[in-house]
């Protein structure tokens, strides 16, 4: 049985949702699609999501129906919808990666990466880089002028590679 003749949408792509986890968001959507319109309104959005368990502000719903969803009907289909939940499942897992990798290179565990920590990480990556290398790299994602990297700050220095 297909997506589409399950849940009236089309195969998802990267199907990083499960049928259990659509068949939630299906349900949950439909309590406030009453007319069966496929369509809810941004002020309805915000209680499908909390009924998900995703608490998102006011502008993080509004960016979701942006991005997603039909601004001139004020509101979201169910497609659209399920696209970018896709999305945010998939910044998670970034997120976990990061995170996951920023623990790996904490060599003293101290949530912070020093200039020891990040000339390790380059050095594990075949890259030898000078002192000076290694501080000016601080320096660009250091927000907090502490001269060590935080996971947040990784996480930019990451995203700026790719």
């Known amino acids: 049985m297909s997506y589409e003749s399950m849940f009236g949408v089309r195969h998802m792509p990267n199907e990083k949702l499960s049928e259990e986890q659509i068949y939630e968001y299906k349900e949950a959507f439909s309590l406030l699609d009453k007319d069966n319109s496929g369509f809810v309104s941004t002020k309805d959005l915000d209680t499908v999501l909390r009924a998900i368990g995703m608490d998102l502000t006011s502008r993080q719903?509004?960016?979701?129906?942006?991005?997603?969803?039909?601004?001139?009907?004020?509101?979201?289909?169910?497609?659209?919808?399920?696209?970018?939940?896709?999305?945010?499942?998939?910044?998670e897992e970034v997120e976990n990666t990061i995170r996951e990798a920023f623990k790996i290179y904490d060599l003293d565990k101290d949530q912070l990466l020093s200039a020891q920590d990040i000339k390790h990480v380059f050095n594990a990556l075949?890259?030898?880089?000078?002192?000076?290398?290694?501080?000016?790299?601080?320096?660009?994602?250091?927000?907090?002028?502490?001269?060590?990297?935080?996971?947040?700050?990784?996480?930019i220095l990451l995203l700026k590679q790719i």
């Not at 790299?137 to 907090?144: E, F, Y």
Request: charged share 35%; with cysteine; proline share 0%.
């Open 61 to 91: 719903i509004q960016d979701l129906v942006d991005a997603g969803g039909s601004a001139e009907r004020g509101g979201i289909t169910f497609q659209g919808f399920l696209d970018q939940l896709e999305k945010l499942h998939t910044n």
């Open 126 to 155: 075949g890259e030898r880089l000078s002192e000076e290398q290694i501080n000016e790299l601080i320096r660009k994602v250091d927000l907090d002028n502490d001269n060590k990297i935080t996971c947040d700050e990784f996480a």
